[in-house]
């Protein structure tokens, strides 16, 4: 166990629909990462948080926004939502950057 | 051209054999080289962790960099079925305030019993 959560595990929704996918890091972990994972593309770099300010921008849509919260959890939205953002989303933390990253179990997102 | 290439495989051995998993890179910026490992299903895992070129080794896994070449290894010795799933390289320069990690397509190894 990594102690990165994630919820929910999985998600099923329609095109259209707007979804919140949450993460909690390790304790300590100042630094949260977040990376979408589909099966032609691997694991593509979305966003890093830290301590509560964003820091780097990866290959993220404008349908796409985060945040992370004074208690450092953080949450990814997702809007106009279409077949396309099927995919695994993954959390990761680090208590500073250049430490290694850890990775929760993602969340499986389904959309039809 | 990617800043990070590693064959996707698929690479399937016999249990017991010596597995060589590796990538290369084109930032000569990088400073800091991972391995992961990822079951279906389940987030990576960190299972080695580099700074400088040379040998780092941790039971039965042996991570090595090569900096000049721009080429990291990974190697599984008495390989197990348990070892099957899919290993990604990566690597993270620090600069400007963030830290840049790039990940490998990763290698989807199978070790048969």
């Known amino acids: 166990d990594s102690g990165v959560t994630q919820t929910p595990k999985h998600l099923i929704t329609a095109t259209g629909q707007r979804v919140t996918l949450r993460c909690s890091p390790r304790?300590?972990?100042?630094?949260v990462y977040w990376y979408q994972q589909s099966l032609d593309q691997g694991l593509q770099f979305l966003i890093q948080y830290y301590n509560g300010e964003e820091r780097a921008k990866g290959n993220i849509l404008e349908r796409f926004s985060a945040q992370q919260f004074p208690d450092l959890h953080s949450e990814l939205n997702l809007s106009s939502l279409e077949l396309g953002d099927s995919a695994l989303y993954f959390c990761?933390?680090?208590?500073?950057?250049?430490?290694?990253?850890?990775f929760g179990n993602g969340t499986r997102l389904t959309v039809t | 051209q990617k800043e990070v290439e590693q064959d996707p495989g698929p690479l399937s051995v016999p249990e017991g054999a010596i597995v060589s998993l590796n990538c290369t890179y084109s930032?000569?910026?990088?400073?800091?080289f991972m391995w992961y490992r990822q079951y279906s299903r389940k987030g990576p895992e960190l299972l080695m962790y580099?700074?400088s070129s040379g040998n780092k080794e941790d039971g039965r896994f042996t991570a090595q960099v090569d900096k000049s070449s721009k080429y990291i290894s990974l190697f599984i010795r008495d390989s197990q079925p348990s070892d099957s799933a899919t290993y990604l390289c990566?690597?993270?320069?620090w600069g400007q305030g963030a830290q840049k990690l790039v990940f490998g397509q990763g290698t989807r190894l199978t070790i048969n019993p």
């Open positions: 990566a690597m993270s320069a």
């Open positions: 990761a933390s680090t208590p500073a950057p250049g430490s290694p990253l850890h």
């Open positions: 580099t700074y």
């Open positions: 304790s300590g972990d100042l630094s």
């Open positions: 930032n000569s910026a990088f400073q800091y």
